[in-house]
């Protein structure tokens, strides 16, 4: 079984792409041969700035290494150290319906809030379906706003089969159900475009201001709160704390006697011991960058390998050789 999955290096890796992508992506490291990029082409379609390009494409490396990626086990690389992808995704784009790409609701999402949409963004499922396609994925573990892109690739696919033949293998999407979908500091799905992320390497000040200043209602402590499972500090907190702890203060606050200060406090505590051991590993590596280069190097021979060997495969089915 291949696995394949991959993070954009457009901002600082936060507690949404930890546990919707990396925390599942790197349990499956023991189940299969698994492919991890970092995908700095796509960040092109909302980062215009090319040292900070370079430094968040490093910063992805040495957070996805501390959190637990281990090189002996998969295959870590720069999605733009594999070019071939480019040329499958143009491909890819020949059999894409626009209707589809019109459906996309990461498009239609960004479109309604008013960010500016461009041509790599709006074609952004079809980049997508080649990284995935050119390395003969088998597994795609992504978070539940990314299923609709893996359902995208296998339509494309599907559609180049038929067209050329036999040529591509159909990849399924893996969703970790219970914590696909992490709420932001605001409620609403945590993500960089909306700024409500709390992140996984953090400054320690500026994060434990981030988790106290979370907006909750105006009851008081000594209130019963029925819908405590709710609150917004409950629920990350029961993705960061043991789930003892998580369910201790659950019951409190639904009791009532219980301070949302108290409450914020501890989802704070959790959150950085959460990390401890990982914050240490990433300074280790920071003072090492001469190894995590190599690895990326090294990831990125066998990704290519593969990956010019898929599009051969591609090329000669649909004419081009």
Known sequence: ?????????????????????????????EKGEAFYFIADYHSMTSLFNAEQR?????DVALDFLACGLDPQKSVFFRQSDVPEVCELAWILST??????LEKAHSFKDKSAKGIPINHGLFAYPVLMAADILIYDSNVVPVGQDQKQHVEMTRDIAIKFNEAYGET???????????????????????????GNTLEIFGEEKSLRKKVMGIKMDSRTPEETKPDADQNLAIQLLKLVAPAATAADFENRLRAGGLGYGDLKKQLFASYWEHFAEARKKRAELAANLDYVNGVLADGANKARTLAQKVLK?????????
């Open 313 to 321: 495969r591609a090329r000669k089915a649909s004419g081009l050789e």
């Open 95 to 100: 059999l894409t319906p626009m209707s589809m």
């Open 168 to 194: 591509f293998i159909i990849p399924e999407p893996q969703i970790k159900g219970e914590t696909a979908k992490v709420p932001g500091l605001d409620g609403e799905k945590m993500s960089k475009s909306y």
């Open 54 to 58: 370079r430094k968040n494409t490093l």
């Open 1 to 29: 079984m291949r696995i394949l999955s991959g993070i954009q290096p457009s901002g600082t890796l936060h507690l949404g792409n930890y546990f919707g992508m990396m925390q599942p992506a790197i349990a499956l490291q």
